[in-house]
């Protein structure tokens, strides 16, 4: 059934109608000073629409960039997949010509916005193997046609996908003919690429394609991670950015499902990308299609999907790219309008075939939003009811509850943070940076920080720095984060340096467990500046540890002990959380030196981790027993899975699996290397 509804939080959108009719509003304007830091993928839409769009919305918004649909010629055909079967590396197609697509990019250009081509350079299209535009012959493509069985990496890589010709990217030729027609695309003024199916290429092929580029373009890379399969997200990081469909598949379950309270740790679940490294999304062009169901997309009822997209631009993690396509009802297959949202047609709110997620005032909103709390790249003040409502602060920039909950309002005061002062509710009306207004409720903070939020069911309210009353004034505008909001180990001391040393130095002894951390020598370790504070990673987790703080063997401290707290704030052991660091628990909680410990980081998803072991052999000459299949539980320590043995090994036989299930090859580490990390063996130290 075709649903053309239209979403409550919608229904009074931004008046984009009038918008777009004449000058750009002042509500919509951007400060050039504040990062951009989200992007749209408009889908299927027409160069000289995304050009109009760039001007009218994307820049004043603060979009940093768009992906576009690839460009180069394709085969003929109506449906939406026919632009991921390419023919050439002309740029032609039925988003425009080359003129319409340079024309675009140097107005996106002009307006601050990038742009990202969606580059399909894995494959052909699904003809014979003879491409004379390119040209490409057989010679050039990969020559297994049997259907990939997902578990044989060889097969994933090297044969046709879906009967599409598989381009020999181990070729040097194949190699400089896509560096050619990407860098044509940088020539151009293109900022970056997506690589399409990156999956299905060797990460040293598209690394070894990386190496012909001209410029420094933006990488990221398709790379869908499953349950149980070789090829993880994880090897792909070294070329680029890599998408996290994990996030995407959390999202989905938790906002249909319930329980978004479990949200509050999602960048540290096993398995997920680092931040800097993941790309996230609620929803893209494949799932939004195939997986419906599990991805969160504008076919929900109700407001799931608006207010996923605002948890998305909320929480401090990845590279988020919001969703903007078109309604295609129930034909998966169907491909765009014939005529864009700017020029010929229009966005469902306004009777329009385009469904325009980006205009959406809650989610544009929440682009500036993301933007204005850039420098405070942290999670703090949360708060949950335990299953479906949640709020949480970003640092003293921003403030947003979120109401999941079906049946009941929240009404209550939260701790945000921010400075006092009136704020806009960018969720429920549009604030104008000229003239310091806002166009509907907006929210008071008080001295202490705290403020009254009214938030109704499947809804949210959110506030921001850039977006109070009267303006902001002095730091309030770009504050300096305190510290500087980077995540820190849980294993880091801190030091807040109240008693201005010029090279701050921590000398410590006496770790208990005992030995834990080896002792230092006088006067210590050189301790790196995070904002406002000087920290160094002690590399293990102790229980206590005596410290002596000094300025390279001067002026020092008293001897303190530290114990649970880490950070020393003006005199005062406090929390690294309370000093305001976003901690991550990375660390082992034995010193890396300890080689009893052989770790796993389960990139097969295992339900129940589990090592068997045979063939021990210990340094001290001792016997360890075989393991009886399917072998022990594993122990999960930071983002790996570890077994500690009762001393050190020198070498030992194991198997990874699934309590018995799904398991790895016979494997054989020694103590040099015992993390089994990305499928390779690796040193502990550079893995937990």
Request: glycine share 10%.
């Amino acid at each position: 059934m075709y649903r053309h509804y239209k979403i409550s939080k919608i229904a009074a959108l931004i008046g984009f109608s009038a918008a777009l009719g004449g000058n750009i509003s002042s509500a919509l304007a951007q400060d050039a000073n504040v990062p951009r830091t989200a992007f749209v993928h408009l889908f299927e839409w027409p160069w000289a629409d995304i050009a109009t769009e760039c001007e009218t919305v994307l820049g004043p918004k603060g979009y940093s960039a768009v992906q576009v649909s690839p460009p180069n010629l394709s085969i003929d055909g109506s449906a939406w997949w026919t632009r991921y079967q390419p023919v050439s590396y002309e740029i032609s197609g039925r988003s425009g010509d080359r003129n319409a697509f340079i024309n675009m990019v140097q107005r996106c250009k002009t307006s601050g916005v990038d742009i990202y081509v969606d580059a399909v350079i894995n494959h052909m299209a699904a003809w014979n193997r003879d491409f004379p535009r390119v040209p490409y012959s057989s010679n050039d493509f990969n020559n297994c046609t049997t259907p990939i069985n997902y578990q044989n990496r060889w097969q994933v890589q090297n044969c046709d996908l879906t009967g599409l010709n598989d381009l020999k990217t181990g070729s040097d030729y194949v190699r400089q003919k896509i560096a050619d027609y990407l860098n044509d695309m940088t020539q151009i003024g293109v900022a970056g690429f997506r690589i399409d199916a990156a999956k299905h290429i060797p990460n040293e092929d598209i690394a070894a394609i990386k190496s012909k580029l001209t410029g420094s373009p933006y990488i990221f890379q398709e790379v869908i991670g499953a349950y149980g399969e070789p090829i993880t997200p994880f090897e792909y990081t070294g070329n680029g950015d890599v998408t996290e469909f994990g996030y995407e598949r959390a999202i989905g379950d938790k906002f249909q499902n319930g329980g978004i309270n479990e949200l509050k740790d999602l960048k540290t679940w096993p398995g997920m990308l680092p931040s800097d490294s993941a790309v996230v999304f609620v929803a893209n062009h494949d799932d939004e299609r195939h997986n419906e169901g599990a991805t969160l997309t504008h076919l929900d009822v109700g407001d799931l999907y608006y207010i996923g997209n605002i948890f998305m631009l909320a929480y401090p993690y990845g590279y988020p790219k919001v969703m903007s396509g078109y309604y295609f009802g129930g034909n998966f297959d169907q491909g765009p309008p014939s005529s864009g949202a700017n020029f010929g047609n229009a966005c469902g709110f306004d009777g329009g075939d385009w469904v325009c997620e980006h205009r959406w005032r809650g989610i544009a909103n929440m682009v500036s939003f993301r933007n204005h709390t850039a420098n405070e790249f942290m999670l703090n003040n949360w708060w949950d009811d335990g299953y479906n409502q949640i709020a949480f602060g970003r640092g003293s920039s921003g403030f947003v509850v979120i109401n999941r909950d079906d049946n009941k309002a929240i009404n209550r005061s939260f701790q945000t943070g921010m400075p006092a002062g009136e704020y806009c509710d960018i969720i429920n009306g549009n604030y104008d940076e000229a003239t310091h207004t806002c166009s509907g409720p907006t929210i008071s903070v008080n001295a202490e920080g705290m403020a009254y939020f009214t938030v109704n069911t499947v809804s949210a309210s959110a506030i921001h720095i850039g977006a109070k009353i009267g303006g902001c004034s002095g730091s309030e505008c770009n504050p300096d984060p305190n510290p500087i909001t980077l995540e820190i180990a849980s294993t880091a001391v801190c030091l807040s340096n109240d008693q201005s040393f010029t090279n701050p130095t921590v000398y410590f002894w006496g770790s208990q467990p005992s030995e834990r951390v080896v002792n230092a020598t006088w006067p210590g370790e050189s301790m790196v500046k995070k904002g406002n504070y000087h920290c160094y990673d002690l590399g293990a987790e102790v229980d206590a540890i005596n410290i002596i703080f000094n300025d390279n063997g001067v002026n020092q401290t008293e001897d303190l002990r530290m114990q649970g707290n880490h950070c020393y704030d003006n005199g005062t052991w406090k929390s690294l959380a309370d000093c305001g660091f976003n901690v991550t628990i990375s660390n082992p909680s034995l010193p890396v030196s300890d080689l009893a410990k052989v770790c796993y980081d389960n990139n097969q998803y295992f339900d129940s981790p589990t090592i068997y072991y045979w063939n021990v052999v210990t340094a001290s000459g001792n016997s360890i027993s075989d393991a009886i299949w399917p072998g022990v539980s594993l122990t999960q320590v930071g983002n790996q899975y570890c077994h500690e043995f009762s001393e050190s090994i020198e070498s030992i036989n194991l198997i990874f699996s699934n309590n018995g299930s799904n398991q790895t090859s016979d494997l054989n580490a020694t103590k040099q290397a015992t993390c089994y990390q990305n499928n390779t063996w690796t040193a502990l130290e550079n893995c937990i």
